[in-house]
């Protein structure tokens, strides 16, 4: 039940980056971000809701969606209880609402897997 609150999105053109924010609260007593796994998730028009980047709790290998390796990054600043996405390298079919989310167990860089969510933050990658 964390509450996340995504920033950053906006309009770029292709071939252009783009770093996404997401600021966490409401942790319990003896727990930050680091006990938590977190990612990205994305949905364009017409499509359904996807995992863009996941990564497990500290110390974990990161898993990001074929469509995005080796241009987007998951990362987290748990001293500042924040997420980031930096893409790279952005295509016009990375236009979609991001979300960010966090899972208080193991999970799967699926939705069903994650249980608290951000509002989402909107990315357009057009010329």
């Known amino acids: 039940q964390l509450q996340l609150v995504e920033s950053g999105g906006g309009l770029v053109q292709p071939g252009g980056s783009l770093r996404l924010s997401c600021a966490a609260s409401g942790f319990t007593l003896d727990h930050n971000l680091d006990y938590y796994a977190i990612g990205w998730f994305r949905q364009a028009p017409g499509k359904e809701r996807e995992g863009v980047a996941c990564?497990?709790?500290?110390?974990?290998?990161?898993n990001y969606a074929d469509s995005v390796k080796g241009r987007f990054t998951i990362f987290r600043d748990s001293a500042k209880n924040m997420v980031y996405l930096q893409m790279n390298s952005l295509k016009p079919e990375d236009t979609a609402v991001y979300y960010c989310?966090?899972?208080?167990?193991?999970?799967?860089?699926?939705?069903?897997?994650?249980?608290?969510w951000g509002q989402g933050t909107q990315v357009t990658v057009s010329s």
């Open positions: 989310a966090t899972a208080l167990v193991q999970a799967m860089c699926v939705p069903d897997d994650f249980s608290s």
């Open positions: 990564a497990s709790s500290s110390g974990s290998s990161a």
